[in-house]
């Protein structure tokens, strides 16, 4: 079993900025990929960025340009650092974490991040 331990959501101004973590515990497999996903009310869970454990990327276009994301191998956590947030931005920010070819898929309790304007 695995366990998401995610923080550093909150509450900031448009054009702030906001740093996510998640931890990872538990059966971690060398070989995964991890993410952020998020859901605004009455919209669909959508995907924010992701980062595979040989360290490609991949960002909604949404977010490129404006937010990076990270992960630290050796501590099982990856980074979403948020800048120039905007209102849209504002939703229920969940970390993901997929092994075993995605036949392993692991959710966090998620994060609310509110971006006022």
């Known amino acids: 079993q695995v366990q998401l331990v995610e923080s550093g959501g909150g509450l900031v101004q448009a054009g702030g900025s906001l740093r996510l973590s998640c931890a990872a515990s538990g059966s971690i497999f060398s070989i995964n990929v991890m993410g952020w996903y998020r859901q605004a009310p009455g919209k669909q869970r959508e995907l924010v960025a992701r980062?595979?454990?040989?360290?490609?990327?991949n960002y909604a276009a949404s977010v490129r340009g404006r937010f990076t994301i990270s992960r630290d191998n050796a501590r099982n956590t990856v980074y979403l650092q948020m800048n120039s947030l905007k209102p849209e931005d504002t939703a229920v920010y969940y970390c993901n974490l997929k092994q075993g070819g995605s036949s392993f898929d692991y959710w966090g309790q998620g994060t609310q991040v509110t971006v006022s304007s």
């Open positions: 980062i595979f454990s040989g360290g490609s990327r």
